[in-house]
């Protein structure tokens, strides 16, 4: 086991009707002012907004808004923001929405206080040493962002889609989580969250850290909920514990509980990013792609870990690793297959990846090698894009 | 699920040496003066303490020292540090032990800053609404006190041993958590407490709540890892990655992650507490004689979570709950007998326990009836106490 720190400083507030509770915990982390920031329009027409909004005129709290976040969220709404901030005096964010939104904040939070760009973080020039106070919101169970001291940004004129994480400024002082308020999520949103709260366990998991059974059961037990629980909330989107489990899932899956102790993975992730990046897919779609064809990769490379997870995982009852890694990846591919997830490049809507591109902003990203597990070579990376391309 | 709110504030510093860190985290959450307190002499003479109080005096932070923390500790002993807080302007708190020197410290925490005697928090007179800020360096992997808002103090003048549970004021602000320092416990308080960390969870775990699939399969994790964990350690007192899995097991087992959105039942730590307070015992040992006591009951009263328990815990692979339960007890005790732990009151060396008086004291503090799982009534009560007196 490696010498780790661990803290999850975020107050989780779970349950039915708990943003009625929002502005008492606004008040809590002492802010007066806070731009509520949000996506689409579903926020306000389900009514959300105006009994977020309530709650912090009903304490005495001011706000300002700002929406229209989308998917795959970029520089030039994060710089609108700060603008904002910086305008109406505020000292603290509200993002009320998924993973986008709250990125979106948090870049907000740490760019109003910095004097040059906020993208200076992104590009590392710059290193996050202060941030107005956040607090959350959840609507989406998918980013583990409601938890983490993370963000991801695509910059819009190369989109360069580039993830930060901050050990403390970050992190939301409060998450609020109503697990009703998913209960009206899309299906194929709904198992995009699934794949999405898996892979950041299994980013995690697949480790050559030796000596971290805690970490190792930990990580296995949210993924056997998440399996047991996710075919239930796309049978029955309304079944309100199986929502909660999900929801609770996608946050111990980011917290970092399920990594202390090993160095972690993160290539699949970066391999997504990609796709994302240039072909605007959904991050958690690319992920039931490119994941299981990171694993299927490994299964001839370093199988050990993967062989675990199928055996403890998916119950994979073989003696041979590489076989058992094999085995397990089916399984995950049907698991994924069978909540209308795709499993191919193909079937995420792309005729003709361009393939180049994808490895070489790959390793621009990430380096090479790129990865922990087993460190990638370009060559090692055009294999995997290559074997999923249809 | 039932609604909860969850935050782990506590910042854990595990691995080799860490303990160099201290006066950098204790400058950190800001004091200038703190109590160092301890309990026998082991911690001077490992130097473990001259290291700790290097590191003060290396950042400048000044310390004066209170030894002496017995096991399940009394009173007096925190009003003298009480005293000592106040004579000496500290305003902080640094246990260096296990559980009992950390419950003593946050005692005085909480006390120094109340103009009443403390006990009023223990006896239900007072709540604690601030502390002093405390700091960690655990030795004793058990109680798991490091990463708790909780306190358990006797009180010597009638023995009654009280446990007292805050969500904010008492959590430490970092745990310093060095597996080294534990090579050298000592068989049996190893053991115990293992029995200790595998019963914080268990307490957690046997609920009727419905729907809590997450947090059930965390719980399994680390009770799963503890079970693999534990014979290492045993066998193997200088394995690091072993000790260090079963410190980290420990505090996992107590922060609050194994019990969210669910009713806990405790019914069986107030059954070992009267055993503690009336005869002295280990508390981890106690644990160990009550639990499986408390579960055998529950087999023919409400078998269906302690059935749960057998099969994915302990790989029981019967299709009758009630069996199920009965073979989980069996290979619960096999497990603890394993460690060299005793199953009976009489293998805790005492010969002729007086149950009259542990069935009125322990209704006393617990009420009637008491638990969740099964609320006990006194017969209850009675019976599990008579079925493990030899």
């Not at 999850?8 to 507030?13: F, H, I, N």
């Not at 389900?46 to 300002?64: K, N």
């Not at 950041?200 to 697949?206: G, L, N």
């Not at 209308?340 to 390793?363: C, K, Q, S, W, Y």
Request: glycine share 12%; net charge negative.
């Amino acid at each position: 086991m490696d010498n780790f720190t661990f803290c999850s400083p975020t107050r989780y507030v779970l349950g039915r009707g708990v943003e009625a509770r929002t502005g008492e915990l606004v008040r809590e982390m002492g802010c007066r002012k806070v731009l509520v920031v949000y996506g689409g329009g579903s926020a306000r027409r389900s009514g959300l907004l105006g009994r977020v909004e309530e709650s912090l005129t009903a304490v005495g709290v001011e706000f300002v808004e700002m929406g229209g976040v989308q998917p795959n969220p970029t520089d030039p709404l994060v710089r609108e923001g700060i603008e904002i901030v910086r305008r109406e005096g505020v000292d603290g964010l509200l993002p009320v929405g998924g993973g986008s939104v709250i990125d979106t904040a948090k870049a907000i939070a740490a760019g109003a206080l910095y004097d040059g760009d906020f993208w200076d973080f992104f590009c590392g020039k710059a290193v996050v040493g202060k941030a107005l106070p956040i607090g959350v919101v959840l609507t989406i169970p998918a980013a583990g962002s409601e938890g983490s001291g993370n963000s991801v940004i695509t910059r819009q004129s190369d989109l360069r889609k580039i993830s930060i994480r901050t050990d403390f400024w970050l992190c939301p002082k409060f998450a609020v989580m109503n697990p009703e308020l998913t209960f009206t999520l899309p299906a194929e949103q709904t198992a995009a969250g699934v794949a999405d709260m898996m892979s950041h366990i299994m980013e995690r998991y697949f480790s050559t850290t030796e000596g971290v059974e805690t970490t190792d059961r930990v990580a296995e037990g949210v993924l056997l909920a998440i399996i047991t629980e996710a075919p239930r909330v796309m049978a029955e989107p309304g079944n309100y514990d199986a929502r909660a489990n999900i929801m609770w899932a996608g946050t111990l899956a980011h917290n970092g509980v399920c990594g202390c102790g090993r160095r972690e993975d993160w290539a699949s992730h970066g391999l997504e990013h990609e796709l994302s990046a240039l072909y605007g897919v959904t991050h958690g779609a690319g992920l039931a792609v490119m994941f299981p064809a990171w694993m299927e990769y490994m299964a001839g490379k370093r199988p050990f870990k993967i062989a675990q997870y199928a055996r403890r995982v998916f119950g994979v009852d073989i003696a041979d690793d590489r076989e058992a890694a094999l085995e397990g990846v089916r399984r995950l591919r049907d698991f994924f297959r069978s909540l209308g997830l795709p499993v191919t490049i193909a079937e995420l809507g792309i005729e003709n990846p361009d393939i180049d591109t994808l490895v070489t902003r790959f390793h621009e990203n990430k380096g090479i090698p790129a990865g922990a597990y087993y460190p990638l070579q370009p060559e090692d990376t055009r294999t995997i894009y290559t074997s999923v391309i249809k």
